[in-house]
């Protein structure tokens, strides 16, 4: 999961492609139940894409979620407006953290 003092699990794996160690994803986000492993697929495509205020991330750019769900060749129905949700809510997740990991560093 990207956010302070993280990489992207994108450029986390990229990292690890050239080392014998395996990457450390269960440190970052631990499990993925199977039900929910299209939702994370996605997430990791657009974590990186948040709409950014004077205080850090917002949300989530919506339309880098539209795109990359084109380029997985989703058509526009219910189970992708499900999937956005649900992409939304998951980085909703990630940015409350981030703020609330923020707040307490700054704090000591």
Do not use: W
């Amino acid at each position: 999961m990207s956010g302070v003092g993280r990489l992207s699990c994108f450029d986390c794996k990229l990292a690890y492609k050239y080392t014998a160690d395996d990457t450390p994803c269960s440190t970052c986000f631990p499990g993925v139940h199977k039900r929910n492993s299209a939702v994370f697929e996605i997430y990791t495509h657009v974590q990186g894409q948040y709409i950014m205020s004077m205080s850090g991330a917002v949300a989530i750019d919506v339309l880098a979620i539209h795109k990359t769900l084109d380029c997985y060749g989703l058509p526009y129905d219910e189970d992708r407006l499900d999937l956005i949700s649900s992409v939304e809510y998951l980085s909703g997740v990630s940015i409350s953290t981030q703020h609330a990991e923020s707040k307490r560093k700054t704090k000591k």
